[in-house]
């Protein structure tokens, strides 16, 4: 069985952070609406770039980094999953880099351990592969389903559980806990790229378009 060691604190933590308020930043989601997000300082972009426990699966001449906060039983991370493959497959000059952050459930923090598992046991490909295919089926994301997941793709069950309920594991979610409610991320999906957070999913071509400025003009909007 997955350990469940820090889930209050985690959760806790999490509910704790603040919303941003009015936009700062004029960027809109497919729909026209403008997303919350706000500026960060560069101590605190010096503190997500040092998270321990990401997976960057970027290409190897990326020019730009986008960080994706996110819970594997949030719907909205779900919708975001195809979205984000689509940015992996069409972009190689970006360096997309996961930071799990499960902050909904118990059932969220022990596929949060698993995830961070298969960091530890297989390449960032392989956690690619899991990230693709956890989400093939429908229902909530608990350690039993992402551990047959992680046994479909060819890992060691027993490995598997072992790395899970590891103390390093436990530490690296704490973290992200904790930064995240720093940064104000109360909700998930949220981005950090170029020194912004932004709350939520703006979606595929919103999110190619902040890309597309930050190559331009090294803004989220130009």
Not at 12 to 18: E, M
Not at 62 to 79: A, G, H, K
Request: glycine residues 8%.
């Amino acid at each position: 069985m997955i350990a469940r060691i820090a889930l209050f604190l985690m959760l806790t933590v999490a509910a704790q952070a603040q919303q941003f308020g009015p936009a700062q930043f004029p960027i809109k989601d497919d729909d026209g609406d403008p997303m919350s997000n706000r500026g960060l300082a560069a101590e605190q972009m010096t503190q997500v770039g040092k998270l321990p426990g990401l997976v960057d699966v970027g290409g190897a001449k990326s020019n730009v980094t986008l960080y994706q906060f996110y819970d594997l039983n949030c719907p909205f991370c779900r919708e975001a999953a195809a979205d984000v493959d689509q940015l992996i497959r069409s972009d190689p000059a970006l360096r997309l880099v996961f930071v799990p952050y499960p902050v909904l459930s118990v059932q969220s923090v022990e596929g949060a351990r698993v995830e961070l598992a298969l960091r530890e046991l297989g390449t960032p490909q392989k956690f690619l592969e899991f990230h693709r295919k956890i989400y093939d089926g429908r229902g909530i994301i608990d350690g039993n389903r992402a551990l047959a997941v992680a046994q479909a793709l060819g890992f060691d069950r027993q490995k598997v559980i072992d790395a899970a309920n590891d103390k390093r594991v436990t530490e690296i979610m704490t973290v992200h806990a904790k930064l995240g409610t720093a940064l104000g991320l109360s909700a998930t999906p949220a981005y950090v790229i170029q020194g912004v957070a932004i709350l939520g999913h703006p979606g595929l071509e919103p999110l190619r378009k902040v890309i597309a400025s930050v190559r331009s003009c090294s803004k989220v909007v130009c």
